[in-house]
């Protein structure tokens, strides 16, 4: 970059003003990460049909209307693998477990198992409908007649019962969720899961689904995983960090940064009230690596003001002026490609595009804020460096950034 610079430049003046009230700064930007963790409390996650489509869609109208008529679509199906469903103690527990179910579980309508289903069979002169199975038979032979008639039943097949036996189901049925269908949704996994965990019905092996259990699922996974992975991408992000900048300063300042972006981007949206979902897991990773480029920008601009001789602030006040239109522009860039996602008509992918476009800009400013004030702590040396040693620096980016330009400059010339 060139030496000289406009000291009226907007970024050099946000730079001295930085210098003089970093204090100031430092202690609002821990307020306002205080608030913002504050207000991450009321994010809550909807992975719910209609969080996938925008407001308005015909699809969601339809959809809203099926309800309206028949009430809530949504149920839990939980499989067994029994062995033999119609030995008499099998029929006994999973009898016990459909009716605890039924008492438990909010929201529950109805349950549907063979112990408790209807059969219609036809007679002379009509039809005659009755339980499958009145009483819980004890008997062999009358087991093997309830045996033979739900096997036959082309309803209860691959339903409530496998064509060999072996596998049966139970079929919970949900009542409409009054008020917020997220919370109401989240109420039921628990229930469940707690009832199955009983003693009594380990025998059974069940296996569960349904979009009660699959969102809550979702959300423990998102929850579990969103950390770790933010973890790993932070400590691989301070090992490169450190071996190209070769300073703890240079290594804490830019994760602080990306940390502080990811806390205020997530309080924002508590903020504002917007749900997640499960594309939330993407965001933290996403402003890792997007948001530490300003940083590293500032700091690598800073790092090459000292080596040509000036001191801490000059060299504060000189990067800002230098780097501050280039990083406020690719930020920009950033920001509108990341709002280009409000074109699509899948809701999950628009809001995570607003909330990238927000991240962005978020670690910018911080960048902005947090950097130079990180820096302007220390010795304001000047480090004596000679032009010549300077201009002759050869490290392993100099050569590999020298080389990509010599290919660059040959394929231009054999392209002629």
Known sequence: MENNYNSDNIF?????????????????????????????????????????????????AAYSRFHDTFGNDEFVYILFETGDFFEPQTVQRIAELATELEESVPYANAVKSLCNVEYIEGIEGGIEIYDLMEDLPGD???????????????????????????????????????????????????????????????????????????NYDIQAVTTKETPLFMLICILLEMLILYWTIRSVRGVIAPVIVVILSVIWTLGMVGMLGWPLNMLVIIIPTLLIAVG?????????????????????????????ALVGYPCLLTTLTTAVGFLSFLATAIKPIREMGAYAAIGVITALVLSLMVVPAFLSFGKCTRKAVSQKAFAHRNDLFDRILGWIINAGQKMDRYSR
């Open 140 to 214: 062999p032979h009358q087991m093997e007649i309830i045996r033979k008639k739900a096997l036959a039943e082309p309803l209860y097949l691959n339903n409530l019962i496998s064509p060999d036996g072996k596998t049966a189901a139970i079929l919970l049925e949900l009542d409409p969720y009054p008020g917020d269908k997220v919370d109401a949704r989240r109420t039921i996994a628990p229930v469940v899961r707690e009832i199955l965990a009983k003693p009594q019905y380990a025998s059974l092996a069940p296996h569960t689904v349904g979009t009660p259990i699959i």
């Open 12 to 60: 050099a003046k946000l730079a001295g003003f930085v210098l003089a009230w970093r204090w100031p700064l430092l202690v609002a930007v821990m307020l306002l990460t205080a608030l913002f963790l504050y207000e991450m409390r009321g994010l809550r996650m909807d992975n719910s049909n209609e969080a996938f489509f925008v407001e308005g869609d015909q699809t969601l």
């Open 292 to 320: 530490i480029g300003d940083s590293m920008h500032i700091i690598a601009e800073f790092q090459n003001q000292q080596q040509r001789g000036l001191g801490r602030k000059e060299a504060i006040t000189k990067t800002l």
